[in-house]
């Protein structure tokens, strides 16, 4: 059996991280780079840096940024934000990635998505998400796909979307709670089981962890095969932090399978 991966996913801005609620109001954390080494070193499964603010404002990522914490990390490495074509992959994975995440550009053009996993393999591809609970009839899985940051809607249903990206070649989906995010009261489970239930490649849970309890609920009652944890580990607006052993070390006496610290 597959252990359960723990992520962390860093939204940049101006090589700093920031940290929001709902994907709004954002709150400045630590220097990028500082903290991937950090968590690095704290034994996490894989990292994911999300430029939030490249596809607004119409830039390319901060591939600096990219080889920086390349150069401080040898765990998966995932990076999105600003990926429009080909040459923005082959960029980020040159600059020490091992994954490209699409989101807003896929909705637009979802053949980016096929040229990918076609030009460097499915494995390389990541499908992420922004879902957001809607209760129109036209959405059957009660969940919309939203862009930039939340702040567009695209008509699409998420279950929909979802199966359509693995189609197209996706290799992994990150369902993104819009409702959740930075709540720190729990996954949306729903949505992510929906999601985790209907397709066959890896599905990542995201938006709402803020305890313990949160991930063992999800991996006991999902298919999902990871989870981001970015709040548990730095958030501010926490009271507790955690750190990665202690996560571990719970899960593991819940008989949650991850990779044991060392």
Avoid at 33 to 43: H, W
Avoid at 193 to 218: C, F, M, Q, R, T
């Amino acid at each position: 059996m597959l252990t359960k991966r723990l992520i962390a996913c860093f939204d940049i801005v101006k090589d700093r991280v920031t940290k929001a609620t709902n994907f709004m109001n954002n709150i400045d954390v630590a220097d990028a780079v500082s903290l991937a080494k950090k968590t690095y070193l704290d034994q996490i499964d894989e990292i994911i840096f999300y430029d939030i603010k490249a596809s607004v404002e119409k830039r390319k990522i901060d591939l600096a940024m990219v080889r920086r914490v390349a150069r401080e990390i040898f765990i998966p490495f995932t990076v999105g934000g600003g990926i429009k074509n080909l040459q923005d992959m082959h960029d980020v994975l040159l600059a020490g990635a091992e994954k490209v995440s699409v989101d807003s550009m896929a909705v637009r053009n979802p053949t980016i998505i096929q040229e990918g996993a076609n030009a460097f393999g499915r494995q390389c591809m990541v499908l992420s998400m922004q879902v957001k609970k809607t209760t129109e009839a036209k959405f059957p899985s009660g969940y919309e796909v939203m862009l930039d940051g939340g702040r567009v809607p695209t008509g699409l249903d998420a279950q929909k979307w979802a199966k359509r990206g693995e189609e197209l070649g996706a290799g992994e989906i990150v369902v993104n709670s819009i409702d959740r995010d930075g709540t720190h009261i729990g996954y949306d489970l729903k949505i992510t089981k929906a999601i985790a239930d209907l397709v066959s490649v890896p599905v990542v849970a995201s938006g709402g962890a803020g305890n313990i309890g949160h991930l063992e609920k999800l991996f006991q009652q999902t298919r999902v095969s990871a989870a981001i944890i970015s709040s548990m580990l730095y958030s501010p607006r926490l009271e507790k932090n955690f750190s990665v052993a202690e996560v571990k070390e719970k899960l593991l006496q819940s008989k949650v399978l991850v990779r044991p610290y060392f």
